[in-house]
């Protein structure tokens, strides 16, 4: 069975820039046509879906995030990661890593994810 598990900072100072690492065990990032998602939640409000790494290694993002976001992997560790630069407060969230073996595209619907890590919080503060 796959499991997701997020890694990172909680606490990551206005500006800067936040970088968070899933771990894959029990299958392979570069399974074909498995995408690897990045969704957060901030508080009090619903699931947003950040971006993707395809079993390819293209990327993917959403074009409210895309200017500060980047998702990479390293297929020896069977991790991929994401970088949010220049954070604000309205950056805090829980953040989870996300993937669906039945999804052969990438969805933008955070409800479409089947596999999850646990979440991890992340709060962006001086």
């Known amino acids: 069975q796959v499991q997701l598990q997020e890694s990172g900072p909680g606490l990551v100072k206005p500006s800067q820039t936040l970088s968070l690492t899933c771990t894959v065990s029990g299958g392979s990032i570069t399974t074909k046509y498995y995408y690897w998602s990045w969704i957060r939640q901030p508080p009090g409000k619903g699931l947003e879906w950040m971006g993707a790494?395809?079993?390819?290694?293209?990327?993917y993002y959403s074009p409210s995030l895309k200017s500060h976001t980047s998702i990479s992997r390293n297929t020896s560790k069977n991790q991929f990661s994401l970088q949010l630069s220049s954070v604000t407060p309205e950056d805090t969230a829980i953040y989870y890593c996300a993937a669906d073996p039945r999804l052969r595209y990438v969805s933008f619907d955070p409800h479409d994810y089947d596999w999850w890590g646990q979440g991890t919080q992340v709060t962006v503060s001086s």
């Open positions: 790494i395809a079993y390819d290694g293209s990327t």
